[in-house]
Each structure stands twice: as structure tokens, then as C-alpha cells.
């Protein structure tokens, strides 16, 4: 049965920044062709997605993640019943997050303290909530079904957990009605694998299409106090920056995706609602973010200068292999040559597999771009986002008919 990928495939060019760094604040890179590229991993574009999330749907529809889960379902908790107090809200909520994902939670240690004051003020200060050892991941929905479950059997949580049925019901609440992140991008319980929630989505790391030099910014700040007399600078360092134009790569199975969310967040929602609300958020959010390392130092606030978003109904297929060779700037710069490359080599992998996309989509800006149109029509995002989202459905009502 014919299945629903969507690739989406960006070229983006950023400034002088330093979007992703690693432990010696030095910007990622990465050998591929032969040279080193400048590199942006997966994990921080996910969270930039997921980050303009916020701004797309209703907090209704995403997750936290978090090691405070006893803290955040014990608000719940003491939202629905006002009578129980902060401590037995964390002994509650405690109890259905262990029998309803295998996690143990206990109080963090406390930290060693340097001196005598820090000291005395530890001993003095309440003990804090339980936490997991690991971020855990929970939907709206999920956390106040567990916190629904913890008041029914407030009267004595252990003997009622102990119950089979009442297990069975914590482990149902913590696996189903998933938000939207993580029906994409899964979630992980290390002592609970069966409510493990398998990835929709998955993300490369982005990659320069040519070869890129780390370079040092050497600055310095100004005492605003000093006097005209004293002359020096108040304080002075240096910040590691590239610049790149970047291939960006996404996948994302539609049909994992329905099944991750199932009949949907909400009761009254249409069929298929969920699932296009879902597609149109990660399409808009993937293609908008961006991440925000030293956002304030270099302002490379830039949106993407190509975008061919492609529908398969087989398996999902990268074109990074354009660039396997790096651009070189001649004339047009990089995004020209890139933007050559990758309609070349769109036309080219596709005919030989005979992978043709069943629908292509192509956003593009400017005139070095416009290779690209012999890819797929040209919209704008509002017209991709619609129709992508319209396509969707259409398939999956077809799927959901056979």
C-alpha cells in the first residue's frame, strides 16, 4: 500500500554567526567531500522547531519535557483538588508517573556547599520535588489523566496502584492521546520501553554546500565609568563565527504520524484534523526557525532562500549527495551554484531509481534561485503550507476508505 513521505529539502545562507557550538564554543563542523563544513546539528534545529511550536499551535497540543514531572503533574493535581497541599501532590503524582512509565523518581541530592551560609540556608530550605533521572516527555493530555488517576486513589495511592487494572489504566494514560511534538519527534522512557513513542520526523544535520574557515572575532568593551584619563578597555575576548550556505533535510512518514496520534487530541476534533494541524505546524516551523546561539552577537536572522518539499508514496530520499562535491565561488556565489546542483540532481536521482515524486512543491526567492524551476510549480509558504496540508488529508482519508 502506497505510503505518504514528505522531504523537505532548504537551502539557507546565514551570515558571519555561530549558530551551534560545541563544548569550546568553536561552531560545529564536519568532514563530507573531503572538506570540513560548517554543521548544524539535528538536536538544534528540532528545538528551534519546536520552540516556534509556541507560536503555531495551542498549548493544548504540545508536550514538556522535563525531569520536574512530579512538580508539573502535582500543579495539576492541586488545580483539580484545591484540599491537597504541594508535598502530598508530589507523593501523588510521584506514584502514577512510576506505575505509568517504569521511571523511578526521588529527591535530587543536594549539592555540596562552599561555605557556612550556603550550608545553613540548604539545611533550612523545604525538600524539593522528586525528579527523574532523564528528561521525560508527557502531553497535556497525559499529565492530567495522571493526575486525574493520583486523585481517585488518593485515599491510599500504593495499595490502589498495586491493582493490576489501575496499572493497566496509568500505563494507558502515559501512552496515548500524544501531543503533536511528540507524535514527531518521539519520546524515549529508558525504564518503560513499551510506551516508548517511535519518531514521525526525522532530521539531518544541516551542512555547508562548500568548504568553510572558523574564524575569531577579537572584541572589546568599554568601562562607561572611566575617565577620558584612563585609557584601556573594561573588559576584551574573542567569539568564534563561519558563514554558510547550508543544505537543510527533512523527512517526515505521515502515516507514522496519524498512528502516533491517534483519534486526535481532542474529542470534537474532524478526522484527520490533528494530522494536518500536526504537518502544517512542522512545515511552517521547520522552515521559519532558527537557532538562536548567539543570536544577539552576530543577528543572522535569515529565512531560507529555497524550499522543494517533495510527497513520495515509498520511502524518503535526501539530496545532499548535490554537494558531495563543494561549491566553489566563481561567479553567483554559493547559493547559485547550490540551487544549479540541486535541480540537476533532483532530475537525475529520480529518473534513474525512478523515484518520482507523486507532488513537488517549490518556494524560492531571487533570481539565483531560479534553476529550481524546472523542479515543481512555485508558491509562496502560505500556498505550500495549505496544499501540503489539503494533500495530506486526502490521502489519508483515501488510506482510512480502503
Do not use: C
Request: proline share 3%.
Amino acid at each position: 500500500m502506497s505510503r505518504t513521505i514528505l522531504d523537505l529539502h532548504v537551502l539557507q545562507t546565514v551570515p558571519p554567526s555561530n549558530l551551534n557550538r560545541d563544548d569550546t564554543g568553536t561552531p560545529k563542523t564536519a568532514f563530507y567531500g573531503g572538506v570540513r563544513r560548517s554543521r548544524v546539528s539535528s538536536q538544534a534545529w528540532k528545538r528551534a522547531t519546536r520552540k516556534a511550536f509556541a507560536d503555531l499551535l495551542d498549548p493544548s497540543e504540545l508536550g514538556v519535557r522535563t525531569k520536574k514531572v512530579a512538580e508539573l503533574i502535582g500543579e495539576t493535581i492541586r488545580e483539580l483538588d484545591e484540599t491537597i497541599d504541594q508535598a502530598e501532590s508530589w507523593e501523588l503524582a510521584s506514584a502514577v508517573v512510576e506505575a505509568g512509565t517504569g521511571s523511578k523518581l526521588a529527591v535530587p541530592k543536594r549539592k555540596k556547599n562552599k561555605n557556612k551560609e550556603e550550608k545553613e540556608e540548604a539545611e533550612n530550605a523545604a525538600e524539593p520535588a522528586p525528579e527523574s533521572s532523564y528528561l521525560m516527555f508527557l502531553s497535556a493530555s497525559q499529565r492530567r489523566g495522571l493526575a486525574e488517576l493520583a486523585i481517585e486513589g488518593r485515599s491510599d495511592i500504593k495499595a490502589f496502584l498495586k491493582d493490576k487494572e489501575n496499572k493497566a489504566r496509568a500505563r494507558q494514560v502515559a501512552d496515548s492521546r500524544h501531543s503533536i511534538d511528540i507524535a514527531l519527534f518521539g519520546r524515549m522512557v529508558a525504564d518503560g520501553a513499551d510506551v516508548n513513542v517511535d519518531a514521525a520526523a526525522q532530521v539531518a544535520h544541516a551542512i555547508s554546500v562548500h568548504a568553510v574557515e572558523t574564524e575569531s572575532d577579537y572584541y572589546t568593551a568599554v568601562d562607561d565609568r572611566n575617565e577620558d584619563a584612563e585609557s584601556g578597555a573594561g573588559m576584551i575576548g574573542t567569539v568564534e563565527f563561519n558563514s554558510a550556505t547550508l543544505y537543510r533535510y527533512a523527512a517526515l512518514d505521515v502515516d507514522r504520524l496519524a498512528d502516533n496520534l491517534g483519534q486526535g487530541l481532542r474529542e470534537d476534533a474532524a478526522p484527520g484534523e490533528p494530522v494536518r494541524r500536526a504537518v502544517e505546524a512542522f512545515l511552517r516551523g521547520f522552515l521559519i526557525s532558527l537557532p538562536s546561539g548567539k543570536v544577539n552577537t552576530f543577528a543572522h536572522n535569515t529565512l531560507p532562500e529555497a524550499v522543494v518539499v517533495k510527497l513520495r508514496g515509498s520511502r524518503p530520499v535526501s539530496f545532499v549527495g548535490a554537494f558531495e562535491e563543494p561549491t566553489l565561488v566563481e561567479s553567483g556565489g554559493h547559493l547559485r551554484q547550490a540551487s544549479e546542483r540541486l535541480a540537476e540532481h533532483i532530475g537525475e536521482l529520480e529518473a534513474a531509481y525512478g523515484e518520482q515524486a507523486e507532488h513537488t512543491w517549490v518556494l524560492r526567492v531571487g533570481g539565483n534561485t531560479r534553476k529550481l524551476d524546472v523542479v515543481g510549480p512555485r508558491v509562496d509558504l502560505e500556498e505550500l503550507v495549505t496544499q501540503v496540508g489539503t494533500e495530506v488529508i486526502r490521502r489519508q482519508q483515501g488510506s482510512d476508505d480502503r
